[in-house]
């Protein structure tokens, strides 16, 4: 499976931007780009997804290279339930379609 | 719309008992996965099923696990014998394979704790 590289951890401010980086240098044609979080003691929840271009839904944006060698997901206003950790994923429809999670990125969101 | 549901949520059993989780898919989605998640590590992928028939099994899947879908809609997985190590979060997952992007839904989970 392609592997994502993202940060250990990032604060933010409560009510301001957070963009969260994501490397995938070996990505694949046929690789979508998932973003899932993780509240505590909760199951992971699907962010949004994307394949070539940028998309954008009520929880965030994601914005893909022009080479799909890294994205940004886009939190536009961070909020205290905005706390968790997202991991970005890239899934293979040609491996079993399965989700395959590296270690994600802590989200603290200071009032 | 009820979402993938996973019992029971908490199970606390001793060293050798067997335990087995339950967990019934999103109606109508044909594709159930399970995950186990230990503290501070991100899910790890156990297996997965497309209707009733297993068709991967992750390594981490000892013999002592075993994972059934027996008419295709609810799942159980079943930890024979179990060891501390297997102290973890067990998670289900289902999906509508077979049309574009079709999204992997979680459960809450089933915590584990072998004392």
């Known amino acids: 499976d392609a592997k994502t590289t993202q940060p250990n951890s990032m604060e933010s401010n409560e009510e301001e931007p957070v963009h969260l980086p994501c490397n995938h240098s070996?990505?694949?044609?046929?690789?979508?780009i998932h973003w899932y979080r993780q509240l505590p003691s909760q199951g992971p929840e699907y962010v949004i997804h994307?394949?070539?271009s940028n998309v954008n839904n009520r929880m965030a944006s994601l914005a893909i290279a022009e080479d799909r060698k890294s994205s940004t997901l886009i939190l536009h206003r961070a909020t205290l339930r905005d706390a968790a950790v997202y991991y970005c994923i890239l899934r293979d429809q040609a491996a079993g379609n399965k989700l395959t999670f590296g270690g994600g990125t802590r989200v603290l969101v200071k009032p | 719309d009820t979402g993938v549901s996973q019992n029971p949520r908490h199970k606390i059993t001793k060293r050798g008992q067997n335990v087995t989780f339950r967990c019934d898919p999103i109606s109508e989605h044909n594709r159930l996965y399970w995950y186990r998640q230990t503290l501070g590590q991100g899910p790890e992928f156990l297996t997965y099923f497309q209707n009733e028939a297993q068709l991967e099994k992750s390594r981490l899947l000892s013999d002592r696990f075993s994972a059934e879908r027996p008419k295709g809609s609810f799942s159980t997985l079943e930890i024979q014998r179990t060891e501390q190590g297997d102290s973890a979060m067990y998670l289900c997952a289902s999906s509508l394979e077979g049309i574009s992007g079709n999204t992997i839904y979680f459960g809450e989970g089933s915590w584990l704790t072998v004392v």
């Open positions: 070996t990505i694949s044609g046929t690789d979508y």
């Open positions: 994307g394949l070539t």
